[in-house]
């Protein structure tokens, strides 16, 4: 059996919509943009929402319309993917780290006072592999300091804080489509805002710095292509009127997954919904107990791929990464509960249609292979 990490969820309704896209004259900037648009926003409980072609740009243009610049510092983790604090490097913006919470990997908000200077001007929390960060918390701090906050809400689409969407608490929500996430457009990325200010500064920056309603070759400002093209859009579309139907089988994969990995002791799951809290799926992540070494846990995800079970570490620590540690001089001990976190998770096969036999599948292999790595 070979099962991989993750597999997006397309139906005839996805190809029919692409199709009749490739069928008009218009493959981008069309209709299906404005269309995917206003549906996402309403979605999201947002006034505005920017398509752009991926999620890191999604974030790049954030950065850009808070007009956030050389010197200036942003507070975020270090267990995240990548692309949450190179987009201050792209502005030669500083990311500031602030470590994790262990119950639920996501910034640990009773320590971001203490990282602030006179130099910060914003806070990007992440919402871990869906998990919503505590957001009331988060934007008393950014109000008391008068900083801005920006949401990557990029693994957390449907995830809800207090009933509201995440991704709508703040100056300015990201959200991505890349095919490992809920939804995929392809590639893909959504930048949700109630200020009609940073939607206007996005809408222009995504489009070579011109304003709307410019003639094509007037640029007021130096922007970008980040376009999505209509194709996405369509394929965007479709998923995202089908999204409480793929958040339901997500949620139902991994209550399947917990309800056959419970007896395992010597690995804990991941966190679930607490009071007011709504979690999204966008990974099934496992965390071995303290007693065991990365370099058992690298030997685990070695032994399961070997038995056709894709996984993977999710997620080593950015500020390891070989230009962080460069760039910022980093050490071990910096972040330590993003260290042992990192060192102990694994990313095990999740996605819509996994069925009960691959997961029994997997939770024998695990079982097998755990107890062989601790002898
Ligand atoms: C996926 C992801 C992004 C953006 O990814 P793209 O591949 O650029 O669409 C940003 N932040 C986090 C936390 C992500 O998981």
């Not at 270090?78 to 990548?82: G, M, Q």
């Not at 709508?168 to 100056?171: K, N």
């Given at each position: 059996m070979k099962i991989p990490l993750s597999n997006p969820d397309i139906t005839a309704k996805e190809i029919k919509a692409v199709t009749e896209v490739l069928k008009t004259p218009n493959l981008s900037f069309g209709p299906k943009l404005d269309e995917f648009e206003k549906k996402f926003a309403k979605y999201i409980g947002a006034k505005y929402a920017v398509a752009v072609n991926s999620g890191t740009s999604a974030l790049h243009l954030c950065i850009k319309s808070l007009d956030i610049k050389e010197g200036d510092e942003v507070i975020t983790t270090?267990?995240?993917?990548?692309a949450s604090a190179n987009c201050m490097l792209f502005e030669r913006a500083r990311p500031v780290f602030v470590d994790i919470r262990?119950?639920?990997?996501?910034?640990?908000?009773?320590?971001i006072e203490q990282a602030i200077t006179k130099r910060t001007k914003a806070i990007l929390p992440v919402h871990i592999f869906g998990y919503p960060c505590e957001m009331d918390k988060i934007m008393k701090i950014a109000k008391k300091y008068k900083l801005a906050v920006i949401e990557d809400a990029c693994e957390a689409i449907g995830a809800k804080y207090k009933g509201k969407n995440i991704g709508?608490?703040?100056?300015c929500g990201v959200f991505a489509f890349y095919p490992n996430k809920q939804m995929t457009t392809g590639e893909g990325g959504m930048i949700v805002t109630n200020s009609s200010k940073i939607a206007e500064m996005c809408y222009s920056l995504r489009n070579q710095g011109r304003d709307q309603?410019?003639?094509?070759?007037?640029?007021?400002r130096l922007g970008y292509n980040y376009r999505l093209s209509d194709i996405n859009c369509a394929l965007g579309i479709v998923q995202l009127s089908r999204i409480k139907e793929i958040l339901k089988k997500r949620t139902r994969v991994a209550e399947m997954y917990s309800g056959k990995l419970r007896n395992i002791e010597d690995i804990i799951l991941p966190a679930h919904n607490i009071c007011e809290i709504e979690r999204s799926y966008f990974v099934y992540v496992i965390q071995l107990k303290e007693y065991f070494s990365q370099r058992q846990r690298d030997s685990i995800i070695t032994k399961l791929k070997n038995s056709g079970i894709a996984c993977n570490k999710y997620?080593?620590?950015?500020?390891?990464q070989p230009f962080y540690k460069a760039m910022f001089g980093y050490k071990k001990g910096d972040f330590p509960v993003t260290e042992k976190i990192s060192g102990l998770t694994i990313a095990l096969p999740f996605f819509n249609n996994l069925a009960v036999k691959q997961i029994s599948f997997i939770e024998k292999k695990l079982k097998q292979i755990i107890r062989e790595v601790k002898k």
């Open positions: 270090p267990f995240s993917f990548i262990e119950d639920n990997f996501n910034i640990d908000e009773s320590k709508s608490f703040a100056d309603g410019m003639e094509w070759l007037a640029h007021t997620f080593p620590a950015i500020h390891f």
